[in-house]
T-cell receptor, first 113, second 109 residues
Framework: DAGITQSPRHKVTETGTPVTLRCHQT?????MYWYRQDPGHGLRLIHY???????DKGEVSDGYSVSRSKTEDFLLTLESATSSQTSVYFC????????????FGPGTRLLVL | RKEVEQDPGPFNVPEGATVAFNCTYS??????FFWYRQDCRKEPKLLMS???SGNEDGRFTAQLNRASQYISLLIRDSKLSDSATYLC??????????FGTGTRLQVFP
C-alpha cells in the first residue's frame, strides 16, 4: 500500500470553528489532492498541489484553503466550518500527473454540528 | 450529460456468477481510464487500469469502447469478497480525474 496517512481520522466540531486536516505521504510523489465524498456525488476534488507551494482549485473549493510547505505534507483548512462540510475527506497522491493512477489515504470523517 | 455515469445498482448476484458493469463518459478526448474498488467505510483502491486493447487480471476483465464512449468491467466466478462498490474513473483531458458515483455489488452465498 502507498504510504499515505491522514490525521485526524475522525473529528466532531461546531459550526464556525476552524478545522485543519493533514495528509502525509512517504512516497515523494509530486501531486497531492484533497477530495470529499458524499452520498450521491462520488468523489469531488477540492484542491490539489503539483509541488511545494504550488496549489490549484478543484470543483468544490469554496470554503476551503490548502497549503503545502513540504513535499510530504498537504494541509486542508476549513476556515469556518459549516454543516454542509460534514463529509468524508480523502487525500490522494500521484507520481507524475493527475491523469495517472491516484492512491488514497484512509480518509477523515468530519462531522460539523 | 454527466461527465461519468454509472448504474448505482445494487447488483445482487450469487457466488460463482458472472457480472458486468458499464460506465459511460462524455469527453471523447479522454485518455486515462480506471476501475477502483471501494469497500464500505474505506478508501478507494485501484482495481485495474483500462487499456485500449482491453486487459485482464485474473477473474477481472476491463474493456474500452471509444466509439460508444464507455468502459466495462466483467467479473467472472464472483466471490463473497468481491462485494464492494466499483468506481469508474476517467480523465477529462485536463488536470484531473473524474470519479463516477459507483456501482454497488453484493455477492450472496
Amino acid at each position: 500500500d502507498a504510504g499515505i496517512t491522514q490525521s485526524p481520522r475522525h473529528k466532531v466540531t461546531e459550526t464556525g470553528t476552524p478545522v485543519t486536516l493533514r495528509c502525509h505521504q512517504t512516497e515523494n510523489h509530486r501531486y497531492m489532492y484533497w477530495y470529499r465524498q458524499d452520498p450521491g456525488h462520488g468523489l469531488r476534488l477540492i484542491h490539489y498541489s503539483y509541488g511545494v507551494k504550488d496549489t490549484d482549485k478543484g470543483e468544490v473549493s469554496d470554503g476551503y484553503s490548502v497549503s503545502r510547505s513540504k513535499t510530504e505534507d498537504f494541509l486542508l483548512t476549513l476556515e469556518s466550518a459549516t454543516s454542509s462540510q460534514t463529509s468524508v475527506y480523502f487525500c490522494a497522491i500521484s507520481e507524475g500527473s493527475p491523469q495517472e493512477t491516484q492512491y488514497f489515504g484512509p480518509g477523515t470523517r468530519l462531522l460539523v454540528l | 450529460r454527466k461527465e461519468v455515469e454509472q448504474d448505482p445498482g445494487p447488483f445482487n448476484v450469487p457466488e460463482g456468477a458472472t457480472v458486468a458493469f458499464n460506465c459511460t463518459y462524455s469527453n471523447s478526448a479522454s485518455q486515462s481510464f480506471f476501475w477502483y474498488r471501494q469497500d464500505c467505510r474505506k478508501e478507494p483502491k485501484l482495481l485495474m487500469s483500462v487499456y485500449s486493447s482491453g486487459n485482464e487480471d485474473g477473474r477481472f476483465t476491463a474493456q474500452l469502447n471509444r466509439a460508444s464512449q464507455y468502459i466495462s468491467l466483467l467479473i467472472r466466478d464472483s466471490k463473497l469478497s468481491d462485494s464492494a462498490t466499483y468506481l469508474c474513473v476517467v480523465d477529462l483531458n485536463t488536470d484531473k480525474l473524474i470519479f463516477g458515483t459507483g456501482t454497488r455489488l453484493q455477492v450472496f452465498p
